[in-house]
């Protein structure tokens, strides 16, 4: 147990702790200093300490997330870590509409801005990455085009629909809420169980690709379990005290967010993307390693899965939410928006309808991102 302990409490894992942990019993005793009004130098200063507290216990979480991952293997590790990344940015987006002020737009912005960031700034590098160092690999496409077809539905569902079922404004009305969260929890509840049992092996690299070839054959999941309690129960404890901070945290940041977002005048949508780069950075990560070691349907479990997971719990807690605390969340996009998501679910089913994945792939997937940020500040 000892040796256990000392492999999962590692010192990087306790410094983790203790400055999430720390960040919040400062702020604790800052609040009387913070109730008032706050110059822009300390402002900024605590906004910045904050997202970087934040992005390093994200980090610790994703780290936590991949050793359950290894130790589970696929489908289930990849679930674990798409998962984790979705419940941070579920919290994030509660604590800002949860914040003072007014927050119609944070669910859409955040999943949007999620949305582009994935499909395209990540898979476009992925692709560019893994082109270049496996010429010759290819993703399973029944598993890609089940996440495209998770996908289609799901953001329609959040973007496109609300502006033409909806009140006029842009919100689905109370009765249509309420069937669109239990819809979409179902829909996604199905998925999972099918990704997890009956059609698990169309989430796996495809046979004949030589990394897949070379793996170890995987032990079934109830004997991981039985084997490897102690260290699963260890990392799972873990992963929760770091995702804690980040939760209290989070109500702070959306404050001092907004205040800083006013002062400089700047697009509300900016809210959502720092948020979607907030929570997707470490994973981001993992998946350019997964494609340099030539994994092509890692890359596509930990993008499109993050993204499924991300629709189809953010929708319906937003909702909820809304629900029960009388907001208006609207969610409907604008037409620029629309296009631009249509255009890269299409590039999309492009890419990974080939026969291989080339760099070029990747540069149109980044170019599409570009085209996003520009229409931003537009």
């Not at 009387?32 to 402002?43: D, E, F, I, K, R």
């Not at 934040?54 to 489908?75: K, W």
Request: aromatic content about 6%.
């Amino acid at each position: 147990m000892r040796t256990l302990l000392r492999s999962v409490l590692t010192p990087t894992a306790i410094l983790r702790l203790m400055l999430g942990w720390g960040s919040f019993v400062l702020l604790l005793v800052l609040a009387p200093v913070l109730a008032g009004p706050v110059s822009a130098w300390l402002l900024w200063l605590l906004l910045v300490g904050i997202v970087a507290v934040i992005t390093v216990n994200a980090f610790g979480v994703v780290t936590e997330a991949e050793h359950l991952a290894h130790r589970l293997g696929d489908p289930y590790g990849t679930l674990v870590l798409t998962l984790s990344i979705a419940a941070i940015e579920v919290i994030l987006i509660s604590a800002v509409m949860l914040g003072p002020g007014e927050h119609a737009t944070i669910a859409r912005d955040s999943v949007m801005a999620v949305s582009m960031i994935i499909m395209n700034l990540v898979i476009g590098a992925a692709l560019v990455v893994g082109g270049y160092r496996h010429p010759d690999r290819r993703a399973n496409s029944t598993g890609v085009s089940l996440y495209l077809g998770m996908l289609i539905v799901l953001l329609t569902v959040a973007f496109a629909l609300p502006g033409l079922i909806g009140d006029g404004t842009g919100a689905y009305t109370p009765a249509q809420a309420i069937i669109v969260v239990v819809l979409t929890v179902g829909v996604y509840g199905f998925f999972l169980v099918r990704q997890m049992g009956a059609q698990r092996a169309d989430f796996q690299e495809i046979s004949g690709v030589p990394s897949a070839a070379s793996a170890p054959a995987r032990l079934p999941i109830r004997r991981v379990l039985a084997e490897h309690r102690a260290e699963l129960t260890a990392r799972t404890v873990l992963l929760i005290a770091m995702v804690l901070p980040i939760v209290l945290l989070s109500h702070d940041m959306a404050a001092l967010l907004d205040e800083g977002l006013d002062r400089l005048d700047a697009p509300i949508a900016l809210s959502g993307i720092l948020i979607a780069m907030i929570v997707f950075l470490p994973e981001t990560i993992t998946t350019i390693r997964a494609a340099s070691g030539g994994d092509p349907q890692r890359v596509s479990n930990l993008c499109h899965g993050a993204l499924v997971s991300t629709a189809g719990l953010t929708i319906p807690v937003v909702l909820t939410i809304g629900l029960l605390t009388g907001q208006r969340v609207l969610l409907a996009e604008t037409p620029v928006n629309l296009v631009l998501l249509g255009a890269t679910l299409l590039l999309t089913l492009a890419t990974y309808s080939a026969r291989r994945l080339t760099p070029l792939h990747g540069a149109v997937h980044l170019l599409m991102f570009v085209l996003y940020g520009l229409s931003v500040f537009a």
